[in-house]
């Protein structure tokens, strides 16, 4: 494929981070120019790697995560989801995951569609056991397995993960205590799961306990989230356990949900000045897929400027020097927003019953200090006037008056639910602390 028709595939969809947010004319401009690519026989293909449980199975680098697909209204897009997945698999991505809870339960149903026209051997397909209601009961994982199993239209799957385990407690009254694991072990036995590994969220003795019971459950590999916020915390004691029990690692989240491809313009300038051409986000995938063990680092495409931009950075993959490392690591340190709420965006925590926009409120509070639009601390004092009025249209267009912070009861029903440990209902009175300080002209 051409340079020139890449350069115009990325404008056609400049400044979206979902197809939802493409005009007519646009849309229409990307599918026409994707037919033209999808004409092109031999269009370059990415690195892989050899999978490390399995000699021979060569795995894309780059995962296509099923989780943020161009949505039409409620509804996946599939016109344009299908032309994304198709310009990835005609680019040598073969690693698709998908889950149970994946854009309200339609993912792995779409997954199955999408990828059915191709052949089921040049494909690894992933799912995933959900707790609930994939652990309430045997007969209940049964259910949900085969459930899964139908909606990706397929007799197999090739990675098969406990999704999202993380409490020792609790997986010892479900997973082993129900026979849950028994089964999984068994589906593997009879060839319907190739691999089986867990995703994992939790701490560093629940960890230690999964990875204990290795040889026991026979675990294959681990998926991690990693990246370069993450590697400052507990992602790198995690990764180091990880390499250490020698099992392959899967990274999730390696952007930080997004945050770190949306680096302010003195970052992106620096990295710009260290690897024309490379992105942030082709930094951050670099970083990850440069460290031991790291198999596949998997990436939640929306757009086709996402896809175009991932399959580059893979393109010419090289791992980076450690004299890279380092200055990655010192820009990201240099130009990263102040007291960022550790949030990714996943939606895990929704919906709210009070309607509470979390993720929305969130993205934007750290877009805005990752620019340094929200005074020099991030709290709302010493902000310009141009920048308070920014911020309050933004806030009140995005959330209107009955999804914003303020109509959070603390009902906590969220707080369980999120995997990053966000401590939701405090970071939401923050906000509105936030929002009245910015209100008051920076006081307060
Ligand atoms: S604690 Fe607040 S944000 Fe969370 S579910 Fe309850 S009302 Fe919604
Ligand atoms: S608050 Fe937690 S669950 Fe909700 S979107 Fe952010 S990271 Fe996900």
């Known amino acids: 494929m051409e340079v020139t028709r890449r350069s115009l595939l990325d404008f056609a969809l400049r400044g979206g981070a979902a197809a939802c947010g493409l005009t007519a004319a646009r849309r229409m401009m990307l599918l026409d120019l994707l037919a033209e690519d999808a004409a092109d026989p031999a269009p370059f293909q990415i690195a892989r790697v050899e999978y490390a449980a399995e000699k021979g199975r060569m795995l894309s680098r780059l995962g296509f995560g099923m989780m943020r697909l161009p949505m039409k209204g409620k509804d996946i897009d599939e016109e344009l989801s299908g032309k994304l997945v198709d310009y990835a698999y005609r680019h040598g991505v073969n690693y698709f995951d998908t889950a149970w809870f994946y854009i309200g339960g339609k993912s792995q149903y779409y997954t199955g569609k999408v990828l059915e026209k191709y052949d089921r051997k040049s494909l690894f397909i992933v799912n995933k056991l959900p707790g609930n209601p994939g652990c ?6 049964k259910e949900t397995f085969a459930t899964q199993l139908k909606a990706c239209r397929t007799d197999y799957f090739d990675n098969y993960l406990c999704h999202a385990i993380g409490n020792w407690g609790a997986f010892k009254r479900g997973y082993l205590g129900l026979g849950i694991i028994d089964y999984l072990k068994s589906e593997r036995d009879k060839g319907r799961i190739r691999h089986l590994g867990f ?3 939790g701490g560093k003795d629940d960890l230690r306990h999964f990875l204990d019971l290795k040889d026991q459950i026979g675990w294959e590999f681990v998926m991690l989230q990693l990246n370069a916020d993450d590697w400052k915390g507990d992602g790198r004691t995690f990764y180091e356990m990880v390499v250490e029990a020698g099992l392959p690692v899967m990274v999730m989240e390696p952007l930080h949900g997004g945050r770190l491809a949306k680096v302010n313009v003195g970052a992106r300038k620096k990295l ?5 051409g490379l992105s942030p986000a082709g930094w951050a995938f670099r970083f990850v897929t440069s460290l031991k063990n790291v198999t596949v680092a998997l990436s939640g495409m929306s757009s086709m400027s996402d896809v175009i931009d991932n399959i580059n950075t ?3 993959w090289k791992p980076l020097t450690d004299e890279e490392t380092k200055s990655y ?4 340190a240099k130009y990263q927003g102040k007291n960022l709420i550790p949030c990714t965006g996943c939606e895990y925590c929704i919906p709210c019953p009070h309607s509470v926009k979390i993720p929305e409120i969130f993205g934007l509070v750290n877009m805005m200090r990752i620019e340094g639009k929200l005074g020099p601390d991030g709290d709302g004092r010493g902000m310009s006037a141009a920048d308070r009025k920014k911020f ?3 806030y009140k267009n995005k959330l209107g008056t009955h999804a ?3 109509c959070c009861t603390s009902c906590g029903t969220c707080l369980e ?3 990053q440990r966000v401590k939701i209902v405090e970071e939401l009175q923050n906000v509105v602390a936030l929002v009245d300080r910015v209100k008051k002209g920076g006081r307060g």
């Open 136 to 141: 309430r009961s045997l007969e209940k994982a």
């Open 199 to 201: 995703s994992f969220h």
């Open 272 to 276: 710009e000045e260290l690897k024309p």
């Open 314 to 316: 893979f393109r010419d």
């Open 329 to 332: 690591f010192d820009i990201c």
């Open 392 to 394: 309050l249209v933004m």
């Open 404 to 406: 914003d912070a303020s």
């Open 417 to 419: 639910k999120c995997p």
